[in-house]
């Protein structure tokens, strides 16, 4: 049973627009989330993350929304650049990203287009 | 600041056979988790280490187990592999104190089992 659902496989936005991920997660013991950034032949790379005590981070360009009785999340990049093409993966802890470890979607494949 | 390295970068092996994957943290973080990505799945937790011992465990048999070192560099091993370890093994560093901690990933291990 999946935990983390990322529902998008795909996602393709022109360049400039603003590119929203979304995030669905089933364990209402999560408190911890984060967003990864992965390229081909790469590891994933820590983008952004939020505590369930926050429904809004800020980094730059982007932004994660944060719905707790929705169990959902979003990730919002404003404006979308080429080099965001990538796969992102929506992680969840139980416990901050502690001991158990961090539970991943499948990922969301966003292509920007010039 | 060194990141996260892996070693080696891709291995085949045949079913049966066993195997042992490496990883040097991010300098100044003392807490090592391994994870497994499937073909076109999100990283699965196999386990943590912390000060030299197993802090936390995924759903994964015992014939995966780990070790952590003084330097906190740590190893994955694998017994009696099967085909379906073919994978890409991800290594992932973090500072254990603090409430909400980052992983920060090495470029991983691409295991092909034959």
């Known amino acids: 049973d999946q935990q983390v659902k990322q529902n998008s496989p795909s996602l393709s936005v022109q360049e400039g627009r603003i590119s929203i991920l979304n995030c669905d997660y089933t364990?209402?013991?999560?408190?911890?989330f984060l967003w990864y950034k992965k390229y081909p032949a790469e590891g994933p790379t820590f983008l952004i993350s939020i505590s369930s005590i926050k429904d809004k981070n800020e980094d730059g360009r982007f932004t994660v929304f944060l719905n707790k009785s929705a169990k959902h999340l979003s990730l919002h990049i404003v404006p979308s650049q080429p080099g965001d093409s990538a796969v992102y993966f929506c992680a969840a802890s139980e416990s901050g990203g502690g001991a158990d470890g961090l539970t991943f979607g499948k990922g969301t494949h966003l292509i920007i287009q010039p | 600041e060194t990141g996260v390295t892996q070693s080696p970068t891709h291995l085949i092996k045949t079913r049966g056979q066993q195997v042992t994957l490496r990883c040097s943290s991010q300098?100044?973080?003392?807490?090592v988790s391994w994870y497994q990505q499937a073909l076109g799945q999100g990283p699965q937790f196999i386990f943590q280490?912390?000060?030299?011992?197993?802090?936390g465990r995924g759903n994964f048999p015992p014939r995966f187990s780990g070790l952590q070192f003084p330097n906190y560099s740590s190893e994955l091993n694998v017994n009696a592999l099967e085909l379906d370890d073919s994978a890409l093994y991800l290594c992932?560093?973090?500072?254990?104190?603090?409430?909400?901690?980052?992983?920060?990933f090495g470029p991983g291990t691409r295991l092909t089992v034959l």
């Open positions: 300098s100044g973080h003392n807490t």
């Open positions: 992932a560093s973090s500072l254990a104190t603090g409430i909400y901690n980052e992983q920060f």
């Open positions: 364990n209402s013991m999560f408190d911890y």
């Open positions: 280490y912390y000060r030299e011992e197993e802090n």
